[in-house]
């Protein structure tokens, strides 16, 4: 049974970091592209950024380019998003995603697995 459980939400105030973590499991790690999404309340859900499985080829919304970096750890099974410089519209729920393909995907339903979210609130 393949399960990707997210981590390292929280209440951060506005120019803080966060760090969220996705661990993956019941499938072959280092052979799957991983992305982050997020779902702002009232929004539809959208892509941050993805990260091959092998590792540099990287792609991230223009929006949180400089700010956030995407990162895995094939041999620990994680996957990570470092996000700095966070300010209020960066909150919502993230979600990591996981598809079996080297290609990255920016859609939804380009990706097999997820996981059930994680609560990142950006505010004073």
């Known amino acids: 049974q393949v399960q990707l459980v997210e981590s390292g939400g929280g209440l951060v105030q506005p120019g803080g970091s966060l760090r969220l973590s996705c661990a993956a499991s019941?499938?072959?790690?280092?052979?799957?592209?991983m992305a982050w999404f997020r779902q702002a309340p009232r929004h539809e859900r959208e892509f941050v950024a993805a990260?091959?499985?092998?590792?540099?080829?990287?792609s991230n919304v223009d929006s949180v380019k400089g700010r956030f970096t995407i990162s895995r750890d094939n041999a620990k099974n994680t996957g990570y998003l470092q996000m700095n410089s966070l300010e209020p519209e960066n909150t919502a729920v993230y979600y990591c995603?996981?598809?079996?393909?080297?290609?990255?995907?920016?859609?939804?339903?380009?990706?097999?697995?997820w996981g059930q979210g994680t609560q990142v609130t950006v505010s004073s």
């Open positions: 990260i091959t499985w092998l590792g540099p080829s990287t």
């Open positions: 019941g499938l072959t790690f280092n052979r799957y592209t």
């Open positions: 995603a996981a598809r079996r393909a080297v290609r990255i995907g920016v859609r939804g339903d380009d990706y097999d697995y």
